[in-house]
């Protein structure tokens, strides 16, 4: 069964950090590009960064720049968002999905399989 599986998530302080995780089973991601997005309470999915199947193209929102970086580890059949610099309006479930093509975007339309998200939440 293919299946994505997000971890990483939790509480952590304005200004601070987490890893989130995205790993794959059942299929290998060599050639997938991998998007993450997430969804605040209230608010439509939003496109948050995604990196091609080679790792060397990546996309970031505006909002997440200089704050968030996109890795990948094709060995270890995983892929990484690193965020720093953590702000309250970063709180939201974040999800990772897989893109087929290999080239990724910020659009969720784009992507065919989907994990079922891990919650972080930013404040004091």
């Known amino acids: 069964q293919l299946q994505l599986v997000e971890s990483g998530g939790g509480l952590v302080q304005p200004g601070g950090s987490l890893r989130l995780s995205c790993a794959a089973s059942g299929f290998t991601l060599t050639y997938d590009a991998i998007g993450w997005f997430r969804q605040a309470p209230g608010k439509e999915r939003e496109g948050v960064s995604c990196?091609?199947?080679?790792?060397?193209?990546?996309k970031y929102a505006d909002s997440v720049k200089g704050r968030f970086t996109i890795s990948r580890d094709n060995a270890k059949n995983t892929v990484y968002l690193q965020m720093n610099s953590l702000k309250p309006e970063d709180t939201a479930i974040y999800y990772c999905?897989?893109?087929?093509?290999?080239?990724?975007?910020?659009?969720?339309?784009?992507?065919?399989?989907w994990g079922q998200g891990t919650q972080v939440t930013v404040s004091s």
């Open positions: 990196i091609s199947s080679s790792g060397s193209s990546t």
């Open positions: 999905a897989a893109d087929e093509t290999g080239w990724g975007s910020l659009k969720a339309d784009d992507f065919d399989y």
